[in-house]
């Protein structure tokens, strides 16, 4: 039996699951989705009685009723090259579709997160909604295109507020490609306000920080680990900034109920993983901003050495231990 990764070539996090199936004696076929054009090749045989097929490359085979589970971690589109940019489009577009279609059709092997289980937890505003339904605290919100509704907002918070995407963290500007950061609106902001009513933006009653949690739930397990990124003026609104030679990373012990919340909140949305986002403010409070079903994570047991590859590799591995 093998455990099927599903990432792309560049994908450390994998490697460190990867190093650790292989110390528990288990298969690893590692299917990186960008050379599935150039170096992958796959058949499928479905009839009446039969349904299975093969991954292959040029020194592996894996056969689909070998697969024992499936960590989904980063792939990528196909790798596919054409001067006619219509057939690249439609080759794209097909193998994509080939791979999604397989993935739920391996609805019967162990998957650390089911592809639709992801995309639901995706959606940021059923997080907001739902968290505070499983014990968390979340900060005042609000989503809107409207300029007025900004300008209440920040009268609301005394002008205590921060400005966020929805999704796409980078645009492209002239060729080059931009993070976008979660920042305070200051009033200089607020003059030019009127630009937002383009795209529903994320506006949020901005929460004083002692020190900010990534709890890391893997099936029954939290890890968590505090971030002090109030000790860094790059890190002061966003710790995805990085400062890591001034931003202190450790274990942080969170209170039972929190932790509860954290399972339960992940086991909701139908997850084996999820990277969760806290805030613990200077009164002792958590407040929860997020959770990202298919988070990075490598950086924490690196800083940390919490065992977060091997919760995962051993649940890869033992599927029934996340009965």
């Not at 990432?7 to 960008?34: A, C, H, P, Q, W």
């Not at 009653?205 to 739930?217: M, P, Y």
Request: glycine share 4%; charged share 20%.
């Amino acid at each position: 039996m093998s455990v099927l990764v599903v990432t792309n070539k560049e994908d450390m996090t994998s490697d460190l699951v990867i190093k650790k199936l292989y110390s528990l004696g288990v298969e690893v076929f590692r299917l990186n989705t960008e050379d599935f054009c150039s170096s992958v090749s796959t058949v499928l045989r479905v009839s009446n009685s039969t349904f299975n097929g093969e991954f292959r490359t040029q020194s592996r085979v894996l056969d689909f009723s070998t697969i024992l589970s499936v960590y989904y971690r980063r792939p990528l589109p196909v790798g596919f090259v054409h001067e006619d940019p219509g057939i690249r489009e439609f080759v794209v577009s097909e193998v994509s579709t080939y791979l999604h279609w397989l993935w739920y059709a391996l609805s019967d092997v162990y998957w650390m997160s089911p592809l639709l289980a992801i995309r639901k937890a995706d959606s940021k505003i059923s997080q907001l909604r739902m968290a505070p339904m499983f014990g968390f605290t979340i900060p005042d919100t609000i989503i809107t295109n409207s300029p007025e509704d900004v300008r209440r907002f920040y009268e609301k918070h005394s002008g205590n507020i921060v400005n966020k995407v929805l999704a796409k963290g980078f645009v492209n500007i002239e060729g080059k490609s931009r993070a976008i950061y979660t920042n305070p609106v200051t009033s200089q902001m607020l003059e030019s306000v009127d630009s937002c009513g383009a795209v529903p933006c994320v506006f949020q009653q901005n929460i004083a920080k002692k020190l900010e949690i990534r709890a890391t739930v893997v099936g029954k397990e939290v890890f968590a680990a505090e971030i002090h990124s109030q000790t860094s003026q790059r890190t002061k609104h966003d710790w995805r900034r990085y400062d890591l030679e001034n931003t202190l990373h450790r274990p942080h012990e969170l209170p039972d109920e929190i932790k509860k919340a954290c399972v339960d909140l992940t086991k909701y949305y139908g997850l084996e993983f999820g990277a969760i986002d806290l805030v613990l403010t200077p009164e002792g409070n958590y407040v929860f901003l997020e959770i990202n079903p298919n988070g990075q994570w490598a950086w924490i047991e690196v800083l940390t050495r919490l065992p977060i590859s091997d919760a995962i590799a051993n649940l890869l591995a033992n599927p029934s231990q996340s009965k």
